[in-house]
């Protein structure tokens, strides 16, 4: 079980590929919410995303790394109305 606070503010998230998908804002509940500039594209860009502490695996180094590959990781991505992204 991954403990939240060890998820620091700034750390980069990556994929179980080893691709980037996100910088961490900060810990809000459950979920990992990221920083503005990574979070989302066109009509989902501008404002913040969330990621699920479940699909978090491990947190090492200041990187939080994802159970799920960053291209699957981001269909489980949230709006901040708790909304699906895709």
Request: net charge negative.
């Amino acid at each position: 079980m991954i403990n939240a606070r060890d998820i620091r503010e700034h750390a980069e998230i990556i994929g179980a590929d080893g691709a980037h998908v996100g910088t961490v804002d900060r810990v809000e509940g459950n979920r990992i919410k990221l920083t503005k500039k990574d979070s989302g594209e066109g009509s989902h860009e501008g404002h913040h995303h969330f990621v699920s502490l479940g699909l978090v695996a491990d947190v090492e180094g200041g990187i939080v790394r994802l159970s799920a590959n960053a291209d699957a990781a981001v269909l489980f991505e949230e709006e901040e109305n708790g909304k699906s992204v895709h």
